[in-house]
């Protein structure tokens, strides 16, 4: 079945980095731009970054640009998101999630990550 | 890259039909397709209306969705008790980016 799978999560030091993973399976991956979208606790979800289908394009929202860089691999159907300089504002349970080519909703999802930044 | 604008809370009673407002700008809203998700306390977001007006199946033909302008509207007709959840606008943006509204929290007393 289609399945979205993150990976990475956990407590780390302001300033320090982490890096999540994102595992796809039961659709074709390469056919999907993939995003990472963000919820803090008690909080509304705030959308983090895109990486297009082929990955060559690539957005960020003005809070992580600069900190946080976007890929995937599709030959192992495996989306990143490599974050360095972490705040305590980046605390939050971290979604990928895909959009299929010429549409317009996110979907599927995965089941989340938590991110925890705090000394 | 300011977030869309929604009510923090509704509430209504069984039977009940509700409207949630999103409002957004030019540039994202006014600019393209908007889509709604539901999403129950420690869950995943699910995606209830795509493309302004359009139900995924599986889709209760209870939920229906509009645009006039900078604001999209979700109308849950007949409200039900397991329609209690949070309600989430999101809009593609004419910078390449995406944005979701607050969030509205759905009461059904």
Not at chain 1, 77 to 99: H, K, V
Not at chain 2, 95 to 109: A, E, N, P, Q, R
């Amino acid at each position: 079945q289609v399945q979205l799978v993150e990976s990475g999560g956990g407590v780390v030091q302001p300033g320090r980095s982490l890096r999540l993973s994102c595992g796809a399976s039961g659709f074709t991956f390469s056919r999907y731009g993939m995003h990472w979208v963000r919820q803090a606790p008690g909080k509304g979800l705030d959308w983090v970054a895109i990486i297009s289908h082929d990955g060559n394009k690539k957005y960020y929202t003005d809070s992580v640009r600069g900190r946080f860089t976007i890929s995937r691999d599709t030959s192992k159907n495996t989306l990143f998101l490599q974050m360095d300089s972490l705040r305590a504002e980046d605390t939050a349970m971290y979604y990928c999630a895909g959009i299929l080519r010429f549409s317009n909703f996110f979907d599927p999802w995965g089941q989340g990550t938590l991110v925890t930044v705090s000394s | 890259q300011s977030a869309l604008t929604q009510p923090a809370s509704v509430s209504g009673s069984p039977g009940q039909s509700i409207a949630f407002s999103c409002t957004g700008t030019s540039s994202d809203i006014g600019y393209k397709y908007v889509s709604w998700y539901q999403q129950y306390p420690g869950k995943v977001p699910k995606v209830i209306i795509y493309d302004v007006n359009n139900r995924p199946s599986g889709v209760s033909d209870r939920f229906s969705g509009s645009k006039s302008g900078n604001t999209a509207s979700l109308t849950i007709s007949g409200l039900q008790a397991e329609d209690e959840a949070d309600y989430y606008c999101s809009s593609f943006t004419n910078s390449g980016t995406w944005v979701f509204g607050g969030g509205t929290k759905l009461t059904v007393l």
